[in-house]
């Protein structure tokens, strides 16, 4: 078997551009999304001939069809945190991280569209899809050096952990 055949392609690592947020954005966002979920469960009661007592219900279904979960690993060293998340079939340019000292949001919005056409019939099917996760860290992170890599559908960050003074210990010296 000749070198070239035995070779695989890799895809390449994408860097992703993060930010660092104001907490203002983080509550625009959801608010954004609270209103989409709350439109689409409208619709649901009124397309069921607005009975009442189903709102719960309504809502659940609503969610449902806008956000998906977002599954993710979170590692802490002495020096970092690294987190990982599946973010399947978005692209960098889908993506937007907002860093806080102790808080990281990932966000997201990917929609594809599909069409073929046969003859005069014209067929078009759309999809969206929309992330937003939240995550307390576990220790204060130097927002202005998080690194973030997507490849294969994973999205890796590299939090450094904030540099903190060291304790010393005083004694006392009687005057």
Not at 65 to 73: A, C
Not at 88 to 98: H, Q
Request: hydrophobic content about 40%; overall charge negative.
């Amino acid at each position: 078997m000749s070198p070239q055949a035995a070779t695989a392609m890799q895809p390449a690592k994408v860097p992703v551009a993060v930010k660092q947020s104001a907490t203002g954005d983080v509550f625009d966002r959801l608010q954004q999304i609270y209103g989409e979920i709350a439109r689409r469960a409208f619709e649901i009661f009124d397309n069921n001939g607005r009975w009442l007592g189903n709102d719960l219900e309504d809502w659940f279904r609503a969610e449902s069809e806008l956000l998906h979960p977002v599954h993710l690993e979170i590692a802490e060293s002495d020096v970092n945190l690294t987190v990982q998340v599946e973010v399947p079939g978005f692209s960098t340019k889908e993506l937007e991280i907002n860093v806080e000292p102790r808080r990281l949001t990932i966000a997201g919005k990917h929609e594809a569209q599909e069409e073929s056409k046969k003859g005069k019939t014209i067929y078009s099917e759309r999809c969206a899809k929309e992330i937003l996760r939240v995550i307390d860290l576990p220790a204060e992170v130097d927002s202005s050096k998080v690194s973030a890599i997507l490849k294969d559908g994973i999205l890796k960050m590299e939090l450094p952990k904030a540099a903190h003074a060291k304790a010393v210990r005083i004694e006392p010296k009687s005057a």
